[in-house]
């Protein structure tokens, strides 16, 4: 009898639950909730150049010892895994009961196989625009390995911010990205939030975007990239067009959107400590 295939999304999966089982050996009662966001959440894993994307939620900020802690079981665990790392990261109930333009973050964590050793416990000290944008994924998609749905905990965000976020995270990517082809398949994804509200996986986003742009040989290029052909390539020019272009129309919209308070928090909901399982066929 032959065995069965894994696909991408279910070793994103696989891995995942192991960490969230390393989170409650060192967390305990500690732990209100682990969600997986992503790819992992939102489809089209690859397994080698896909990243798990995990957050999770604790009652209480970690003390310094619990936070190395965290970090050498996540990193020992991380370098065995088959995709391209991990991107965790750590927030006290409180930081995300009430929505920020600058979450506050206990841990932040990136390590893997393929991956730079990143780790900072400082909110300061990191562009703002990528936690705002995954407490928005999360919220609204995020898988829960442990405890309630994330809209349980995590606050709304205005549209203006997420629209502001993403405006900051494509100038980013103008100035920082060495892969180009994330570049274009992350503006892709802002386009749609921008039109249309919808998060989407890097590959549903650049479906609708070819229905949309005057290159879609740029967007063709940068999916073949993504999924392992190494043999295209993508002009930066092109590149760097086509973000800037996107950039304007994020813009344009956050113009349009009122730079509104959020609604105050709802108290935070008393949990059990409970795990619960991937639908069949994700989303």
């Known amino acids: 009898m032959g065995g069965t295939t894994m696909t991408a999304n279910d070793l994103v999966d696989g891995c995942a639950r192991t960490a969230v089982g390393g989170l409650r050996r060192l967390l305990g009662d500690d732990l ?3 969600w997986l966001i992503g790819s992992g959440a939102l489809g089209g894993a690859v397994a080698e150049s896909s990243d798990l994307d995990l957050v999770a939620v604790c009652a209480h900020a970690p003390s310094g010892d619990l936070v190395q802690r965290l970090v050498a079981a996540l990193t020992q665990e991380a370098m065995t895994w088959p995709v391209r ?28 196989p393929r991956m ?23 919220r609204e998609h995020g898988l829960a390995l442990h405890g309630p749905p ?13 629209l502001d976020a993403l405006g900051d995270g494509l100038a980013w990517h103008a100035a920082n990205e060495p892969a180009l082809h994330q570049s274009v398949l992350n503006a ?17 986003a650049a479906g609708w975007v070819l229905a949309r742009t005057e290159d879609p040989g740029l967007i063709q290029a940068s999916l073949a990239v993504r999924h392992g052909d190494r043999s295209r390539t993508l002009d930066p020019a092109r590149v760097n067009r086509f973000v800037r272009e996107v ?5 344009q919209a ?22 619960r399982r991937k639908p069949a066929g994700g989303t």
């Open 32 to 34: 209100v909730g682990a």
């Open 247 to 251: 950039q304007a129309l994020v813009q």
């Open 85 to 112: 790392g991990l991107e965790f990261v750590l927030y006290p109930r409180a930081a995300v009961a009430s929505a920020s333009r600058s979450p506050q973050f206990a841990l932040n964590l990136n390590v893997g």
């Open 188 to 204: 892709g994804r802002a386009w749609r939030f921008a039109a249309e509200g919808v998060w989407s996986s890097k590959d549903a």
């Open 254 to 275: 956050a113009s349009r959107e009122p730079d509104s308070t959020p609604p105050p928090a709802a108290p935070p909901t008393p949990v059990a400590a409970v795990s």
């Open 150 to 162: 994330a809209h349980e905990l995590v606050a709304p965000i205005p549209r203006r911010w997420l």
């Open 116 to 138: 730079p050793l990143h780790m900072s416990t400082d909110a300061a000290a990191e562009p703002a625009h990528w936690f705002v944008i995954d407490l928005a994924i999360l």
